[in-house]
């Protein structure tokens, strides 16, 4: 047992130094007005400029039943063991190793949220990562893909909300993005069942047309508002709604290019990639 926990203790340690991704420098980036630079702090900025999307604004009304001691427990064990520090110094491997009475007051904490309709600045705020898109020209700003470090206290909590919609949701037969136990492979399986069987049939054959659309910027630029009214007409519960409207409205996000920090600067809609909900 003595050496379990000096095993747990040295684990913690290991967790508390932190490990965090790192956007390696391509050199100069060209920026919107057509100049190019290789300023660190002006390609970060120029970086987070490009990710506050021009969308609809909206401020909700607020949350929900209790949120008991089992539900974080199981939040918590559910999330996966990263060593990345979210924007409050704190990684998800912190939280593995909590005792039971800050698993309670993180209950209290979570309750105490929706109820008052309030989310703490912290668990609103992004360390944007910046990480190059394969085959693109590394000079174009646009040719990069944003990966938000967030919370993971907020994102237990997230994952906590989005038990309670899933609960209340039944996805599409059809649908496989976003969907427990279906991915892309699921969905190409599917299509091309329905090909191949559509080949095989006697004439007159089965043919099928694919329509394949690529939304461009789609986490950044979707309006909050509209993506609430789809979340407000598919559940009963209007009270979650509320709360994941406040969690997303006027987030703020800081980029990381190399080891330089933009400022902070609020975003006008979009989802971060990288959240759990």
């Known amino acids: 047992m003595e050496d379990k926990r000096k095993t747990d203790c040295n684990a913690l340690r290991r967790v508390i130094k932190g490990l965090k991704p790192k956007t390696k420098s391509s050199g100069s980036i060209r920026l919107p007005n057509g100049s190019t630079t290789t ?13 506050v999307a021009e969308a609809e604004e909206t401020s909700p009304q607020l949350p929900a ?5 089992a539900e974080v427990k199981l939040a918590i064990l559910k999330g996966k063991p990263s060593k990345a520090l979210g924007p409050d110094g704190i990684c998800h491997l912190h939280l593995k190793h909590v005792p039971d009475n800050c698993i309670n007051l993180m209950a ?7 109820d008052e309709n309030k989310v703490p600045d912290s668990w609103k705020k992004a360390n944007v990562f910046m990480l190059p898109k394969p085959g693109k020209d590394p000079t174009e700003i646009k040719s990069f893909r944003p990966v938000s470090l967030l919370s993971p206290v907020a994102k237990v909590l997230e994952r906590i909300i989005l038990e309670r919609i899933r609960q209340e949701i ?13 991915s892309t492979t699921t969905a190409i399986s599917e299509a091309t069942c329905c090909i191949v069987g559509g080949l095989n049939m006697e004439k007159p054959a089965c043919r099928t047309i694919m329509t394949c659309l690529d939304m461009k ?7 909050i508002a509209k993506l609430l ?5 598919a559940i009963a519960d209007k009270k979650v709604g509320g709360w994941v409207g406040k969690y997303l409205y006027k987030r703020k996000i800081s980029v990381q290019y190399d080891e330089v920090k933009s400022s902070w600067l609020t975003l006008k809609g979009g989802v971060p990639q990288g959240a759990v909900l």
Do not use: R
Not at 108 to 114: D, H, Q
Not at 175 to 181: E, G, V
Not at 229 to 233: A, T
């Open 65 to 69: 039943s209790s949120i008991s001691h």
């Open 229 to 233: 009214c789809g979340l407000e007409d």
């Open 170 to 182: 039944e996805s599409p037969k059809d649908q496989h993005a976003f969907k427990k136990n279906h």
């Open 108 to 114: 209290e904490l979570f309750n105490a949220s929706i």
């Open 39 to 51: 300023n660190q702090k002006t390609i970060a900025n120029a970086m987070a400029s490009s990710l």
């Open 217 to 223: 910027a789609a986490f950044d630029t979707i309006s």
